[in-house]
C-alpha cells in the first residue's frame, strides 16, 4: 500500500477512548432539584430588587453618591459602541452596546451589591448579538443563591462567600469580580453555579490622554473562558479597559490608547501559550515513528491494518505494516491500536490568537481564514512561522468591505470602485489565495473587482451585497 509523501501535519494522531460519564454539573442538579421552588424565589426577589433599582436611579437625594463612568467601544480601532455605567449606593444600572457588521447584543443590567460587595441581586436584560432574548436573573437571599439562565433555574447554600459568574453580562462585570477578589486574601474565589475564578496582576501601565496620565494595573482573570481576560483597574480599583487583539472597551477620553491595549492583550496571551508550549511540546532531532496505528484512508473511508508511520522532520518518511520486533533506533510513539487521521481542515475560520493551540489540539492543522484584522493575523502567521506559538497553517482571504453604517470592520474599507480595486491590488501580493468581498459593498463595482483579481491570480468569494439578487453577484455579465 503506497501512501504519498506529506506534511508532518496532515496526519493527527487520535486515540478513541471509549468512556461513560455519569456526572452532572452542578448547576443542572441543583435545577433537577428545585425548578419550580427557584423560579417562584428568583422572581418575587427579582422584583423586588428591580423596583429598589427603578427608585434607585430617580432619586438624586444624595449627589455624593451618585456616579457615572462611560467607555469606548473599538473594534479594530473603528468606534463601535457604548458602555454606560450609573452608580447610587450599592445599586448599578448598566446600558451594554455596540454594532459590527450590523450585529451586535443590546445589554440592560441592575446589579445590588451586598455589605461584603458581592453581588446580591442581578437582572440581564436585552438581546445577544444574534438578537436572541436575554432574562437571566440572580438573587441571594436569607443564605440562598438563585438563579435563571437559558439553561434553565437553578439554586444552591453555598457553605462560604461566592461570585456569581453571569452568562449574559457586559464586560463590566470584570470590575465587580475583580473589586470581590482583590479583597480576598489569595485573589481566588469559588463562583456559582460552578466553579473558581482566580486574578493575577501582570503589570503597572500609565495611559496617556488630553485628560492627562492615568496610572493603572494591568490584571488576567482566569476561571470564565478557556483563556482568562486581560483587563486594567485605576489606582482606586476602578474600571479602566478590557482588551483583546482585535477589540477593545476603554473609558472615554483615552480611546487613543486603544491600539496599544489591543498589543499588550496579544503579548500577555502570546507569553502564557509559550509556558504552556514549554511543558507539552516535544521537538525531536530525528525520525520519529509512531507504531501500532490504524490508519484513516479517507478515499475509500476504512483503516488499515496495525500499521507504522515514520515522520522526518515535516515530511512522512515511511507507512508500512506494524512490525514489533522492528529497530528501536527511532524515537517512537506507542499508537495502542489507535486511529492515525489526516489533519482537517477549518474551511471558514476567523483565526486569532487564543484560537490557534487549540485548534492544533481538536486535530485542525490548517485553516482558511475568510477574514481577519490583516495586520493581527499577519503577525500571528509570524509567532506560528517563527515556531514561538503552535497553530494551524493558514490560507488567507482578502477581505473588502464597502462603508455604511453596517459595515464589518475587517480587512480593507473602501468607499469608492478605485478603492475597492486598489484593495484588489493590495491582496494580489501572493500571500493571499483570494479575495472577500462582504455585505455593504456597492455592487456596480463588483465586476470591475473581480476581473482584476482574476487577471492576478486570485479566487473571488463572498457574501451577496446587499441588495443584490444572488444571480446578478455570481454573474453579473449574463444579467
Known amino acids: 500500500m503506497k501512501f504519498s509523501r506529506l506534511s508532518i501535519f496532515s496526519l493527527l494522531l487520535i486515540f478513541l477512548i471509549s468512556a461513560c460519564s455519569e456526572s452532572t454539573s452542578e448547576q443542572e442538579q441543583a435545577a433537577a432539584k428545585s425548578e419550580q421552588t427557584n ?35 473599538l473594534i479594530s480601532g473603528t468606534p463601535v459602541g457604548k458602555l454606560e455605567v450609573v452608580h447610587d449606593a450599592d445599586n448599578m444600572q448598566i446600558d451594554y452596546e455596540y454594532r459590527n457588521n450590523g450585529r451586535g447584543p443590546t445589554i440592560k443590567e441592575k446589579v445590588t451589591l451586598g455589605e461584603n460587595k ?33 439553561t434553565g433555574t437553578g439554586s444552591t447554600v453555598p457553605e462560604e462567600a461566592s461570585l456569581y459568574v453571569a452568562q449574559e453580562g457586559s464586560p463590566y462585570q470584570l470590575s465587580i469580580y ?30 496617556s490622554a488630553e485628560l492627562g496620565e492615568l496610572s493603572t494595573t494591568a490584571y488576567a ?53 509559550e509556558e504552556i508550549q514549554k511543558k507539552v511540546a516535544n521537538n525531536f532531532d530525528g525520525p520519529v515513528r509512531i507504531n501500532n496505528v490504524h490508519v484513516f484512508n479517507p478515499a475509500t473511508k476504512s483503516l488499515t491494518e496495525p500499521m507504522s508511520v ?21 524515537v517512537e510513539i506507542d499508537g495502542a491500536g489507535g486511529t492515525l487521521i489526516a489533519g482537517m481542515y477549518e ?18 492543522t490548517s485553516v482558511r481564514d475568510m477574514g481577519n484584522n490583516n495586520e493581527v493575523l499577519s503577525e500571528l502567521i509570524e509567532k506560528i512561522k517563527s515556531g ?10 482578502g477581505f473588502i468591505e464597502g462603508k455604511s453604517p453596517f459595515s464589518a470592520n475587517n480587512g480593507i474599507l473602501v468607499s469608492n470602485q478605485e478603492e475597492a480595486l486598489e484593495a484588489v491590488r493590495t491582496y494580489s501580493n501572493g500571500d493571499y489565495y483570494q479575495i472577500k468581498i462582504y455585505n455593504s459593498m456597492n455592487p456596480e ?25 444572488h444571480a446578478l453577484a455570481i454573474a453579473p455579465d449574463r444579467a
Open 39 to 73: 423560579t417562584e424565589q428568583v422572581t418575587s426577589a427579582v422584583s423586588t430588587e428591580q423596583a429598589g433599582t427603578e427608585k434607585v436611579a430617580t432619586s438624586s437625594d444624595d449627589s455624593a453618591s451618585d456616579r457615572k463612568e462611560l467607555f469606548s467601544i
Open 178 to 207: 475583580a473589586r470581590a477578589l482583590l479583597a480576598d486574601e489569595d485573589r481566588r474565589m469559588p463562583v456559582l453555579p460552578s466553579g473558581e475564578l482566580r486574578l493575577e496582576e501582570i503589570e503597572k501601565i500609565t495611559l
Open 221 to 273: 482573570l482566569s476561571g470564565i473562558e478557556l483563556n482568562p481576560t486581560y483587563f486594567l483597574l485605576d489606582d482606586d480599583n476602578d474600571f479602566v479597559a478590557v482588551m483583546s487583539p482585535g477589540f477593545a472597551i476603554v473609558r472615554e477620553g483615552y480611546e487613543a490608547e486603544e491600539e496599544r491595549l489591543r498589543d499588550l492583550a496579544a503579548e500577555y496571551a502570546a507569553k502564557r501559550f
Open 347 to 364: 474551511m471558514h475560520g476567523h483565526l486569532g490568537q487564543n484560537s490557534a493551540l487549540l485548534n492544533i489540539a481538536a486535530g485542525i
Open 388 to 397: 514561538r506559538l503552535a497553530g494551524p497553517r493558514v490560507i488567507r482571504s
Open 118 to 150: 458581592l453581588p446580591i441581586a442581578w437582572t440581564i436584560e436585552g438581546a445577544t448579538t444574534f438578537g436572541n432574548k436575554v432574562d437571566e436573573q440572580f438573587v441571594m437571599a436569607g443564605g440562598n443563591a438563585s438563579w435563571k439562565d437559558t
Open 310 to 330: 515514520t515522520i522526518e522532520g515535516n515530511k512522512i518518511m515511511n507507512v508500512a505494516p506494524y512490525d514489533p520486533d522492528a529497530s528501536k533506533e527511532d
Open 445 to 469: 463595482w463588483v465586476p470591475a473587482m473581480v476581473k482584476l483579481a482574476h487577471e492576478n491570480g486570485l479566487k473571488v468569494t463572498g457574501h451577496v451585497p446587499a441588495g443584490r439578487r
